[in-house]
C-alpha cells in the first residue's frame, strides 16, 4: 500500500510563516482593522488551515463571552488598563517576541 503524497493539495501547515501571521492579525481581523485584501488574506488561510481557526474561534469566543458578562458590571479603569497590558504580554510570549531584554510582564517594575 503507497500513498501518494502529491495528489492532495498542498495545505497550510502550523507553524508556517502564514500561520504566524494569520495568528498576529487575529486581534486587528476581530477588531475589523484590516483591509479588505488583508482580510480575505486571513480567512482564506483560517478555512484552510485548522489549527489556526481553532485558535481564531476561541478568541472569537472569548470577546464574546467577556463582552456579555461586562456589559452590566461597571469596573474601574485600571482594571481594564491591566487586563489589556496581560494580554497584550501573552500575545507576545506566545509569538516569540518576549526575551530577556524585553523588560518582561508589562505594569511588572523590576
Known amino acids: 500500500m503507497t500513498h501518494d503524497h502529491d495528489s492532495s493539495p498542498a495545505k ?3 507553524g508556517t510563516p502564514d ?3 494569520a495568528l ?3 486581534y486587528a481581523f476581530l477588531d475589523a482593522e484590516l483591509n479588505e485584501t488583508q482580510r480575505n488574506q486571513i480567512m482564506a488561510h483560517l478555512e484552510a488551515c485548522s489549527p489556526c481557526f ?3 474561534d ?3 469566543e472569548l470577546r ?3 463582552a456579555t458578562k461586562t456589559q452590566s458590571v461597571e469596573f474601574p479603569e485600571v482594571l481594564r488598563i491591566r487586563i489589556e497590558e496581560k494580554l497584550t ?3 507576545i510570549q506566545g509569538s516569540g ?3 530577556p531584554d524585553s523588560g518582561g510582564e508589562p505594569g511588572r517594575g523590576a
Open 12 to 14: 497550510p501547515i502550523a
Open 19 to 21: 500561520c504566524e501571521r
Open 24 to 26: 498576529a492579525e487575529v
Open 54 to 56: 481553532e485558535a481564531f
Open 58 to 60: 476561541f478568541e472569537a
Open 64 to 66: 464574546t463571552v467577556i
Open 89 to 91: 504580554y501573552l500575545r
Open 97 to 99: 517576541g518576549v526575551g
